[in-house]
């Protein structure tokens, strides 16, 4: 029989897709269902009858498939102590393309889960579970409609070449799984990277989407200081910053990086690759801070996934920080709880040196104990 497809290109179809899709698995069928890398097969883990069609597919009688969360809270499910680098990974990159290889310590952290017999051999191996949260609309709604661990690894038969459309899908596995929702091609063109995370640190066990040195940028701490133009508030706060975490950590500020911290800075409406003002410049080095070399950056989605913490010189750059990025919103906070710091464009030095000491001053209390 053919393989029964859903297409996806609306809202109300997605919906309607990603209803499908958990009824399908609840029924013990086999899904394809696309992720922003590839598209995946998704089976549910305490069914029987579906795991063993997957394993024949994937001609993998015993090797664990990773486990599809629909939220990022969900991996506290199957890990209890989530090693520091994997909660960092998770607050930084999910929903997002990264498979998180985390220590169980020999049982699953949900006591419901526990219960099902056989569920933690078919998940784990050498007490690690591959943990994965796709940041794919239909994909998380499907997902977060299941109470049980949902496995879905690509979907090819073994050996083949990761799909990026349904017409992939369907060209190697029409009639041997049950549904398609076909949401058009992938985002990416390449796999998920997967990380090995433990107490002792992590490793790429495969690099994708994202490169090693993209996986070490996102597991320092970042601190993001954001303005509007990028060439004078946050311009002289980056600086302030990094000056007053080197005069902490006991090195030179430049030397931050190799003590794990990075402090950037963007602006709302920034131009790329503007130079700071003469007056911050001149403003900011009255107070040991050198940002001559400063060139200024647009605020996007990606450098506030990256912050641990991002502190904003209005109001109103908080509420478009948020907006850009809303699953992020507990990072972002206005740097001085007192009030605004005014943009000093235009009011020449004496203006600029009292918003550098106003921002100096808002740093150093909001950094008094570090980086979260």
């Known amino acids: 029989m053919p393989t029964r497809v859903i297409k996806v290109t609306d809202s109300e179809q997605a919906a ?83 498979t998180i290889l985390a220590p169980t310590g020999g049982r699953l952290a949900d006591a419901k889960l526990r219960r099902r017999k056989g569920l933690y051999e078919s998940l784990c191996s050498a007490d690690r579970v591959g943990l994965r949260c796709p940041d794919e609309p239909v994909a998380l709604a499907m997902l977060s409609k299941l109470s049980l661990p949902v496995v879905a690894p690509s979907a090819n038969l073994a050996g083949g070449r990761s799909p990026r459309t349904g017409d992939d899908v369907l060209a190697c596995l029409d009639g041997r799984i049950d549904l398609l929702i076909d949401s058009g091609p992938t985002r990416h063109g390449t796999d998920s990277t997967i990380v090995s995370c433990d107490a002792d640190g992590w490793t790429v066990a495969r690099e994708g989407v994202f490169s090693e040195a993209a996986v070490r940028r996102m597991l320092t701490r970042t601190l993001l200081l954001v303005c509007t133009g990028n060439t004078c508030r946050s311009a002289m706060a ?58 200024s950056r647009m605020l996007t989605r990606e450098l506030i996934q990256q912050a641990d913490l991002v502190l904003c010189m209005t109001d109103s750059h908080v509420a478009a920080a948020v907006s850009l990025a809303p699953e992020h919103a507990e990072n972002v906070r206005r740097l001085d709880p007192g009030g605004d710091v005014p943009d000093p464009v235009g009011g020449g030095p004496a203006v600029y040196r009292k918003a550098a000491r106003k921002i100096d001053t808002a740093l150093r209390a909001a950094l008094a104990k570090g980086l979260p």
């Open 238 to 295: 980056g600086g302030l910053a990094g000056h007053i975490l080197a005069e902490r950590l006991g090195c030179e500020d430049r030397l931050l990086p190799d003590r794990g911290v990075r402090v950037l800075s963007a602006g709302v409406y920034a131009m790329d690759g503007g130079r700071a003002t003469p007056d911050a410049v001149a403003a900011a080095a009255e107070l040991g801070a050198d940002i001559s070399r400063h060139r």
């Open 16 to 98: 309607e897709a990603a209803e499908a899709g958990a009824r399908a698995l609840r029924k013990g069928q086999l899904v394809a269902f696309a992720t922003e890398t590839v598209y995946g097969i998704a089976a549910l883990a305490t069914s029987g009858p579906a795991m063993q069609r997957l394993r024949e597919l994937k001609e993998r009688p015993t090797q664990p498939f990773s486990v599809h969360l629909g939220r990022p809270a969900d991996a506290r499910r199957y890990v209890k102590k989530l090693p520091d680098s994997a909660k960092r990974l998770i607050a930084k990159a999910w929903p997002g393309p990264v």
